[in-house]
């Protein structure tokens, strides 16, 4: 049992209404009835990990458009944690596992299972990459027509690619994603097609399986801090929503503290929190290296302040110097490759961690929302040069002698 409800009026609509936006004007959610679901933690025991294992909380009615989502690791980053000097164990929740390379695949599988129960004929988006990818990925597997809309030149080489080969219909506009979002809502609206940006919240019903997955796999506990990249705000709504639902029914004893992290040049929610704002000042110019949250207009923005708040976190922002430097370091020292935007939850855990905000004694789950192979160009950017040398073993040998002059942290400097 179900329902649609306004964040903003308590409004509540049918679960078969196709809207994104209350008539106030006002964000949706899906308000489930816990009462009428007959599971206990103890029924999941010897169930893998994935979207579907938590099928009795997804508000879905059908067989899944399901390509294995979910179910992503949860790495002990011991070597990480030694470098910044937590003291607890460090965890990395690598959504960049999921089968099309980001956490959207979480949201993707139950909103276009959502589109198919409700009898939509083309499914569409605006996106900065990784929506379009998942979005082409599930509409094809769902046999369905996708449109996606992308800010020309700023959407990563793989996303492009991915969105092409399943199928999608690709237009790129002149602006940027703002601009691409504002004119997909406007034509779902005009021509009766679904609309599956973080907007709506069937969506965000999958993703709150990141905040699912963490509790289980720390045999239902929460961790004290949940640290995540935010672009349009959806993620960092979607997971403090399903922690909040497992402490609404007693699986967890607390919820974690919501951070949220932001470029630079791209930081309306981090500015609004520090101004003690309830919503934000959207940026007209958000530049940044991290293309997928680069975005000056969040839509979740209310969602996610909320989030913040309520849960005692924090928003900061972090230079693209900063993040390329967490990317290279959580690459070298761990062995997880990640895009530029999911390394900015580490690069704000190690400055928050620096200026005394986090204390070295909790418990921090990162989660890094797309994997280092969307991006190649940008990897290609940042990293030294192969070294090129003649095809003979004694100049093979001389780069030999030279890389055993040096110890691991001393090549993490010259990388
Ligand atoms: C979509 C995306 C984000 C931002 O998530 P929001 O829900 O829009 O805040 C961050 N990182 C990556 C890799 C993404 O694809
Ligand atoms: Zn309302």
Known sequence: MYSLKCIKCGKEYDKRSVI????CGGLLEVKIDFSSID???DDYENIPLSVWKYKEFLPVEREPISIKEGGTPLYDCKRFSKLIGLKEPFYVKHEGLNPTGSFKDRGMTVGVTKAIELGMKIVACASTGNT??????YGAKAGIPVVVLLPGGKVAL????QALIHGAKVIEIKGNFDDALEIVMKLCNEEGI???NSVNPYRLEGQKTIGYEIADELNWTAPDRIILPVGNAGNISAIYKGFKELKSIGWIDRIPKMTGIQAEGSAPIVKAFKDHKEDIMPEKNPETIATAIRIGNPINAIKALQ???ESKGLAEMVTDEEIVEAQKELAKLEGIGIEPASASSIAGLKKLLKNGLIDKDERVVCITTGNLLKDPEEVVNVCNKPIVVETKLDKVKKVLNLIKQYNVTQILQIY
């Open 20 to 23: 994104y936006n209350c008539d």
């Open 39 to 41: 599971i206990d933690k």
């Open 132 to 137: 379009s990818a998942s979005l082409s990925v």
């Open 158 to 161: 793989g996303k492009v690619a």
């Open 194 to 196: 679904y609309l599956l």
């Open 307 to 309: 989030a913040i708040y």
